[in-house]
């Protein structure tokens, strides 16, 4: 175990300047960032006598081997750089609040070239707009059907979509005018991405042009007395206005505001928002958070606050939240940032919007006692399965990183291999590698490939400097390495470790027909007991590696049967390639094609369409023609 006083700074090396910190662990891995106002004062408090410290922070000052710093010109910068560090690290003793991903939000993909209008839930995609999320799904389905009366933007698939190009009629949304088809010419690009724009307009809250206009469009109709028009909008006007209906007005007309409410105690924090936009409740958010470093609420308010606004879609002018956050001043210039104006926070104290976080509270509470009641059991199981680990198989210590390593291939072409890596028992998907694989004979030739690359690499990047390791890929070891197979690849895995110069990492390998555990030089398998813990998380890990490694797989393989004989004509590129096969429908049609049908498709002119039918034919002689 690490002392501190083995790498405290020099006394007065350390600036009074304000900055952010790091500090690392033997493996240069990095456990914990910090931001001060005064890097001095601050750091000094980590290398008391460890006795004085909080249990937590002692549990990191002794695991960390050594401390960094960057200088910068000011709170506010501190802030941004410390919050980007952690998303970049994930430190194992920082505290990071992570979204409930239960909650769905309801997107409009405006990344694509005909936006869609769907239900969606997990990590968030660039170039698409969120909103909510919402307490239930059905609600969405419910708002979304009745908005597509007034607003009739995409909401199929792409498989749907291009099947109805294909075909040239569009779907049964498109005869019930609650679609604007797009896929057959109905509107243009351009009109179909206003209505989109429209839809992020009304769902964002500002519905008020949209009313007008359609309150004006049936007063003219009703006038020039065309009723059929004047029911049409006043059909939409009552599907508009149902649907903001649906959202309960708990304010004043036109105010805007996020409410926040923190559940805290020693261990853990849970944290709810609504999201209020014209009085109304537009959506709603949950976070749960595990406490590996002691933090009082402020500090937690602050770190709940840039987390919330690191993805957020709009900032509103106001943010209420249980208590003023560490470093407030700090956060409201950051805030200002993002906004691109004036941001208040308060903390409510009478009124409606005190009761509106007193309701968040209530939902916070409800999100910490699901989240115990599932880390409960799976904290539990999870300790369970490390330590029977290494009773089991007699390691040193429990493998708190595993790896596991999987090879595909389909009758030995296209052979791929994959690296999985679990932490604590639970995946590490950043940290999964994959390896190509050249002529290796077998699957153990293979195993033995990728083990040496991947250990060769480790060796070489120990050896880098910390700030060097950041972007290293293999820089960590495992405590235990798992290969999917019996014997024959367990002896490959340990003679490829044992060349390479890392004897001690132990090694052992999971069949698969009857979940036999094989240790390198035993004659028999270690089988462990068919319900314990242990053995469910070799199998979660073999699995995912083998997942993992199909996936790969069958995106080479595809790759490698997706090639065309198009791809060998000079001139005829992806996009050219996918605008003949889209025209003529398959690759047979295009080669029973005359020169003149190829040379119409567009973009095609008629050196390149002689050039592909001669391609095609294998007949030279028609690019002299």
Not at 440 to 453: C, E, S, Y
Request: proline letters at 6%; hydrophobic letters at 40%.
């Amino acid at each position: 175990m690490p002392d501190p006083s083995e790498y405290r700074p020099a006394p007065g090396s350390i600036p009074a300047a304000p900055g952010v910190y790091r500090f690392r662990d033997p493996h240069g891995r990095v456990v914990y960032v910090g931001k001060a106002k005064s890097l001095r004062s601050r750091l000094s408090n980590y290398f008391q006598p460890l006795g004085a410290l909080h249990p937590r922070t002692r549990v990191m000052v002794t695991t960390a081997a050594s401390v960094e710093w960057t200088v910068v010109r000011n709170e506010v910068e501190a802030l941004v750089l410390e919050h980007s560090w952690i998303k970049q690290y994930d430190p194992r003793f920082n505290v990071v609040f992570k979204d409930d991903k239960s909650y769905p939000f309801l997107a409009v993909t405006m990344n694509e070239k005909y936006p869609r209008m769907q239900v969606m839930r997990g990590d968030r995609k660039k170039g698409v707009r969120y909103f909510g999320p919402y307490a239930k799904a059905w609600a969405i389905r419910e708002t979304v059907d009745t908005l597509l009366t007034v607003l009739p933007v995409r909401t199929c698939a792409p498989a749907v979509f291009s099947k109805a190009q294909r075909q040239g009629r569009p779907c049964l949304l498109g005869y019930i005018d609650k679609c604007a088809a797009p896929c057959v010419g109905r509107v243009t690009e351009q009109e179909h991405r206003e209505l989109a724009d429209r839809v992020c307009q009304v769902l964002a809250g500002d519905a008020k042009p949209l009313i007008r206009e359609l309150t004006q469009t049936m007063e003219t109709a009703a006038d020039r007395e065309d009723f059929e028009v004047a029911a049409r909008a006043r059909d939409r006007l009552r599907a508009l206005t149902s649907v903001l209906e649906r959202n309960a007005m708990v304010l004043s007309q036109g105010v805007d505001v996020d409410v926040f409410s923190l559940i805290d105690d020693e261990w853990e924090a849970a944290a709810h928002v609504f999201y209020v936009r014209d009085g109304r409740i537009t959506g709603e958010r949950g976070w749960v958070v595990d406490k590996p470093e002691p933090l009082d609420v402020a500090h937690l308010v602050a770190a709940l606050l840039q987390e919330a606004y690191t993805t957020a879609d709009s900032v509103p002018p106001e943010i209420l939240v249980p208590a003023v956050p560490a470093e407030a001043d700090a956060l409201r210039e950051y805030l200002r940032g993002v906004r691109g104006g004036a941001v208040s926070i308060k903390v409510p104290s009478r009124g409606k919007k005190a009761e509106l976080a007193e309701s968040g509270k209530r939902n916070a509470q409800q999100v910490l006692d699901q989240h115990r009641l599932k880390r409960a059991s799976d904290l539990t199981t999870r300790s369970e399965a490390l330590r029977d680990l290494q009773d089991y198989l007699a390691l040193d210590e429990a493998p708190l990183r595993i790896e596991c390593y999987d090879i595909s291939h389909t009758q030995g072409t296209h052979q791929v291999a994959s690296m999985v890596v679990f932490e604590d028992a639970l995946p590490r998907k950043k940290e999964y590698r994959q390896f190509a694989i050249g002529d290796a004979v077998d699957d153990t030739a293979a195993m033995n490939d990728v083990l040496t690359r991947r250990f060769a690499r480790y060796l070489e990047e120990v050896a880098l400097l910390p700030e060097e390791r950041e972007s290293a890929r293999f820089a960590y070891p495992p405590q235990l390495v798992v290969v999917d197979g019996g014997p024959p690849q367990v002896a490959a895995a340990r003679k490829a470790m044992d060349k390479v110069g890392v004897p001690h990492i132990p090694v052992v390998g999971l069949a698969k027909r009857l979940e036999e555990v094989w240790i390198p030089g035993e004659e028999f398998p270690a089988i462990l007991p068919r319900g314990s813990e242990a053995l469910y998380l070799l199998q979660r890990v073999r699995d995912e590696a083998h997942r993992f490694a199909i996936r790969h797989h069958r995106a080479k393989r595809g790759k490698a049967m997706s090639a065309s004989a198009l791809d060998e004509v000079a001139g005829v590129g992806p996009t050219r390639a996918k605008a003949l096969i889209r025209h003529f429908g398959s690759l047979p049609a295009l080669k029973e094609a005359s020169v003149e049908q190829i040379a119409r498709v567009p973009g095609i002119g008629d050196v390149t369409a002689r050039a592909i039918h001669a391609s095609l034919r294998g007949d030279s002689g028609i690019l002299d023609a």
